[in-house]
């Protein structure tokens, strides 16, 4: 198995894939979990490996999967009562669990943020050199689907400037900076077809004003520029958030399709995160379930509740939610 998770695991960092490795590292009987035990998390939810039952595994699906924005590593904990928090882990009580207690590390795998750089001047050199050193998957234009890039920095120096600027602009690229004085960098953008709004989204002069003046400072100018701008990581607070529900932050549900989602006990709460999964209660147990599709759901067929859709952590809730619905909603 060991062997079988590596080799997905290159497979999907070579094709830039984010996921999350989740080990085994502590095991506390009863539980089917042992140490060294390993599985993928995917971001549809999909998961590759073992790393315990159903109810486990439901719990650290939802842990992973608000960890892949932040890309922070987290020792979770998972455990069947209730226990003083632990300094550097988070502890999330499961009561599904068969009576034992693990933990598991989950460290999240991301591709690089890809940057392009446009022109051949020696900031754009000095900037792809240093952008590389920094870990960002450094790239050209031509050949490049700027829908996946995270930057686009212009440093041509007059040379075919609007239509990369339009292209990047258009394709919602985060961080868009041309390199031109101030006086040339607004003579440029007043000739562009774009709203006022989006106009505003381009940086110019690009980088930030450290003074510098040798092309290399002007590159680490605009890469500091990219960083401290990029958007702040909502991941880490919804895994804090978890552990203080003793279970999970329940947010809105993401924009898929299917039948609207639900939670019993007016328990969805409505705070909707970038990560775009949202997290909803398992009306039998409590538990806190992420909404993908490779958690266990079930659509109410008739009744008040027509059309509803329900998480389940496993099919044994499940199963009896199926049985009569009605004993577990809202009147």
């Given amino acids: 198995m060991h062997r079988e998770i590596e080799e997905r695991a290159r497979e999907l960092t070579r094709h830039k894939v984010p996921y999350v490795h989740a080990r085994v590292v502590l095991a506390e009987r009863p539980t089917s979990a042992k140490p060294g035990?390993?599985?993928?998390?995917?971001?549809?939810?999909?998961?590759?490996?073992?790393?315990?039952?159903?109810?486990?595994?439901?719990?650290?699906?939802?842990?992973?999967?608000?960890?892949?924005?932040?890309?922070?590593?987290?020792?979770?904990?998972i455990t069947p009562e209730p226990e003083p928090a632990q300094p550097g882990k988070v502890t999330v009580v499961n009561e599904c669990l068969s009576g034992g207690t693990f933990e598991v590390f989950?460290?999240?795998?991301?591709p690089p943020a890809t940057l392009v750089v446009v022109g051949a001047s020696p900031i754009a050199v000095a900037l792809r050199r240093v952008a590389a050193a920094a870990g960002f998957d450094v790239a050209e234009l031509q050949g490049t689907d700027l829908a996946t890039a995270t930057a686009v920095v212009i440093a041509s120096h007059g040379r075919d400037e609007a239509d990369p600027?339009?292209?990047?602009?258009?394709?919602?690229?985060?961080?868009?900076?041309?390199?031109?004085?101030p006086r040339r960098g607004a003579g440029v953008l007043a000739d562009l077809d774009l709203t006022a709004e989006e106009r505003r989204r381009i940086r110019t002069p690009a980088g930030l004003d450290i003074g510098a003046r040798t092309a290399p400072e002007v590159a680490i100018s605009i890469l500091a520029q990219l960083v401290a701008d990029r958007p702040r990581p909502a991941g880490r607070q919804a895994a804090d958030d978890d552990a203080a529900a003793a279970g999970g932050v329940t947010t809105a549900p993401d924009?898929?399709?299917?039948?609207?989602?639900?939670?019993?006990?007016?328990?969805?709460?409505?705070?909707?995160?970038?990560r775009g999964v949202g997290n909803a209660t398992d009306p039998v147990c409590g538990m806190q379930v992420a909404m993908v599709a490779a958690s266990l759901h079930f659509d109410v067929p008739s009744g008040a509740h027509a059309g509803e859709r329900y998480w389940f952590c496993g099919p044994g809730c499940l199963r009896a939610f199926a049985a009569d619905p009605a004993a577990y909603l809202p009147g």
Avoid: H, K, N, W
Avoid at 52 to 75: A, D, K, N, P
Avoid at 168 to 175: S, T
Avoid at 255 to 274: F, K
């Fill in 106 to 110: 989950l460290e999240p795998v991301l």
């Fill in 37 to 77: 035990d390993e599985a993928l998390v995917l971001a549809d939810g999909t998961m590759i490996g073992f790393v315990g039952g159903t109810c486990g595994e439901t719990t650290i699906r939802s842990q992973g999967l608000s960890l892949l924005e932040s890309g922070e590593s987290v020792l979770l904990r």
């Fill in 165 to 181: 600027l339009l292209a990047a602009v258009r394709a919602g690229v985060p961080y868009v900076a041309l390199v031109a004085s």
């Fill in 255 to 274: 924009a898929g399709s299917g039948p609207p989602a639900r939670a019993v006990s007016g328990s969805l709460d409505v705070a909707t995160g970038s």
